[in-house]
């Protein structure tokens, strides 16, 4: 469909827009309760929820799933808990394995194709809250895992979420991360690493073989990185397969519930090339493909901007695929 996004004209180009939008826009303050999640495998998530005045539990409620290393505080997520507390809305945060400040306790993390850690925290909430409209919407790494979900679970999707939404997700993991190996996006890339092998280093402490160390340090690329680490960890032979078979693109025809999806032209991760075409995408996926916005950057207004097209926009989809007043 024909986006109502425009970049304005003081922020140009898709590296501005995502870097902006990340390190400098101004972005509201929510209040968050934090809650912590036992996994069925032993492990734990902290959920963070947006604290609002008067919410009533019948109210509609909003989940994220944050992008690779993000969390309650990245610009996305304020952004969207602060528009879905300003209607009246619940929201809530999930926090991936060791994305919540503490590291995990399991060697395995989280992952681009970890749609089973999205079934079973959705049907949990879904569980704890049977009576209310359920949403939920994925940025990025989150975005990718959602999508690939809504596509397995096809109609029995709509028996748990009433709409869904995903943001700048690299639905084609193999051209995203290849995207991410070289030129500029390299910035990106560091940034990523930087906080991996972090974390990577402290279950090592704990788990000496996890990887070989002195490749892990080594690593240059999310290939690189993805190839020593994140494939082998949790259960790919090597990047290829893991990119491969954790992409979402190939299932998106096969989505059943209503679902936005919005990724920008020029965004640095995702290549437009590999954007999906029409006849790749199920009729409930409203596609939105702007030519401005980096990722998961659409700033709009007047410098020094605003944060509040994107979650407006999915908001506005979740009240009108669901039909609420």
């Avoid at 007047?302 to 669901?322: A, H, I, K, Y």
Wanted: with cysteine.
């Amino acid at each position: 469909m024909i986006s109502s996004y425009r970049a304005p004209a003081w922020l140009p180009g898709g590296h501005l827009q995502t870097l902006y939008a990340s390190l400098l826009a101004p972005r509201p303050r929510v209040a968050y309760r934090r809650e912590r999640w036992n996994t069925p495998d032993g492990d734990f998530i902290d959920l963070d929820w947006a604290q609002i005045r008067n919410a009533a539990d019948a109210n509609p409620l909003v989940v994220l799933f944050h992008g690779l290393e993000g969390n309650s505080r990245s610009q996305y997520a304020s952004a969207l808990m602060a528009a879905t507390r300003d209607r009246g809305w619940r929201g809530v945060v999930v926090h991936f394995r060791g994305c919540g400040g503490e590291l995990n306790r399991l060697p395995r993390a989280y992952h681009s194709g970890d749609s089973a850690e999205i079934d079973w925290i959705l049907r949990r909430l879904k569980l704890d809250n049977p009576s209310i409209q359920l949403f939920a919407a994925g940025v990025s790494l989150g975005g990718n895992a959602l999508l690939k979900w809504l596509g397995e679970q096809r109609d029995a999707a709509n028996a748990i979420v009433a709409g869904a939404a995903s943001i700048s997700a690299p639905v084609d993991l193999m051209a995203s991360g290849d995207a991410l190996g070289r030129g500029f996006n390299m910035i990106y890339t560091r940034n990523f690493l930087a906080t991996m092998r972090r974390k990577t280093l402290a279950k090592l402490a704990l788990f000496p073989e996890l990887c070989d160390r002195k490749r892990m340090l080594d690593s240059r690329t999310l290939r690189e990185f993805d190839n020593i680490v994140t494939a082998p960890l949790h259960g790919y032979r090597d990047t290829d397969d893991y990119w491969t078979r954790a992409s979402s693109k190939p299932l998106l025809r096969h989505i059943a519930a209503p679902t936005l999806m919005i990724n920008a032209r020029n965004d640095p991760f995702l290549p437009a090339a590999a954007l999906p075409t029409a006849g790749e995408l199920s009729a409930k996926v409203t596609a939105e493909f702007p030519a401005t916005g980096g990722h998961v950057g659409f700033v709009t207004g007047v410098f020094p901007g605003q944060l509040d097209w994107l979650p407006q926009r999915m908001l506005n989809f979740f009240t009108e695929s669901s039909r609420l007043p």
